[in-house]
């Protein structure tokens, strides 16, 4: 009898593995399938970008969807020319190169005491950056202040509100308080200065959540639109994004220009993406872990 | 001593530019604050609200755009959870090309709102587009962006997911990564198939990732508003509280729904409205949240 049932359990097991490969064959094509179908609908989109870019006028009024046989790279420069690129470009990069930089310095040395609870109200402080998503927007508020303080419409007022960021130092936070304590407590006892041990041995430390803080908020200053849109009305002060919307805004029938323009933006950025992903995604898990 | 003072420009700099402000927006509510420099700021009590929830000539559009942020948040919650969490589970069967599939779901997070915003206008391009011609081959047609707010609402629905969707399967990969493969392993041998798999093993064991998913995407959607800004622009029988209030506060001369340029005190009130209803749906989700991971956790 409990033969019996050991055989008919045997079977039954060498029924399912030999079923298995069969069916996680198939369940695996599906997979693919269903991967191929999801990387289309992002795939396709921006290659329409790519097509447009290279069609000429006449070839895109003509049909916009068609495959392109003319390879127009004169579209490029002409986006160069007529969008002002070279002056957009540079201030979007040096909008994101000093915001990324001070908010970089100022987040460690806020994120270090605060995790480590070296000062009084570590506690306090570090909720006050957790519960900032949920705090009533302060746009309003900002632009008063901004505007009574002269700074509206200029590059200061601008690089100023991206000097803060809850985002980054959570995520310096919570990368630091799963660094073992005695690391820095073993250093400390060098008797060196409280800079020179910050520079020295907490910059190291922190290094591979630092570099995701970095990435990831020069990304979100390259990327702002809104922003430049209420404070930088100036032509000459405006980022890429916005200087992007203003050409959209007046030759917003010429795609053919406007499509080489916004690849000649997305293309930095994706070949940033691929060469940093690990730091932009470690970044985005570690800041999503809330205390 | 030293470590305090070092850490007060960045403390000074969060309370001056981001907390303060946010709190001062409170203050603002109460006031006839305009854009305006020069212009006299008084205190008006809660005529603010009064006029946003009772007597204005915009109460029955503040209420419209009220509900159209609440649908907003509940299909971009809802579909955004449930494609992040396809594909994650599809890239954790670990297939061929699994990174470079990851990696283009998650490329829009990177580009940007303007970008986005504007990959998508080209791909929605009313006359022979790509989109139209998808369509076509089923004999349907739309107006896409260019149509009827009503339905461009839905639209911009699908953009917001699609663009944000790879966070979301980011954090869910996350964890997927702490489930121990033997769990899974043993449920299979025990002759669970995939479905009871992921129903009484896989499930439970990500409920940590769905709470943080689930959180963000309630707040994010309710406080939303770029992608409406590039797209469209503040667009009667489209607006959600978000663009409602950078519309009010920064709307200028003709464009401004109330007819008045830049009420920054009557846009403040909106603001309010929107952090109470933040506030109040976010606390909730969280409560139910928390109680159900203890549930299944313990």
Redesign the interface.
Known sequence: MSSNIDEASAA?RAR?SAGRPAHRTG??AL??L??VI??L??????L??LN?SLKSKSAFNL???SITTDLRFGNFAEAWRRASFPVYISNSIAYAAIATLIYAA??V??A???SRK??RGSGL?FG??VI??????????????M??LGL?NTRVGYV??F??D?MG?IILVNYISSVPRELDEAASMDGC???RF?AKVVFPLVKPALASVIVLHA?GV??D??TA??YLPKKALMPI?RG??VF?GQYGND?TT??AA?LM??LP??I???SL?RW??DG??QG???G | M???L??L???L??FA????????????SFTD?S?L?GAPIHWVGIDNYKEFLLLGANVRDNLDITLRTLLFSVLVTLFQTAFGL??AL??D?R????NL?R??????V??????VG???T??F?P????A??LLGIFGAHSEFLGGAPSKVFYWIVWIQI?ANMG?TM??FL?GLQTIPAELREAARID?AN?WSVFRNVTFPLLTPSLN?NLL?EI?GSL?A??LF??IKGPTNGLNVL?IW??AL??GRQSNNPTGVAMR?GY??AA??V??LL??AI??TSQHLLARRERRILG
């Open positions: 039954a399912l369940s695996k997979a693919m269903a991967l999801i990387a609908l992002y795939v396709v989109p921006m329409t970008v447009v049909d916009p969807t100022t987040a040395f806020v270090f005491p605060v070296y000062v402080f006050l950056y900032a998503m949920f705090l009533p927007g302060a746009l309003i508020p900002q632009f008063q202040m505007l009574h509206y100023l509100l000097l803060v809850p130092v200065g409280y800079v910050v990304i390259w990327n639109y809104a849109l209420i994004t992007l919307m959209y795609w406007l499509a916004m933006l997305m950025m994706v940033l993406f691929f992903q932009i995604i985005i898990l999503s872990l809330r | 030293v470590p305090l070092l850490l420009p960045g403390l700099l969060y530019i981001s907390l303060g402000p946010s709190i001062a927006t409170a203050g603002y604050a854009g420099l396809i594909a599809l890239l069967m297939l061929k090309l699994s599939f990696t283009v779901y998650f490329m829009p990177i580009l940007g709102v303007t970008i504007l990959v998508w080209l791909f391009y006359i022979g587009g790509p139209q011609k699609w966070i980011i954090i996350g002759g995939a943080t963000l707040i406080q508003w770029q800004l590039v978000g209030v950078y506060a920064f920054q846009g403040a603001a309010m929107l952090f933040v506030l976010g606390m």
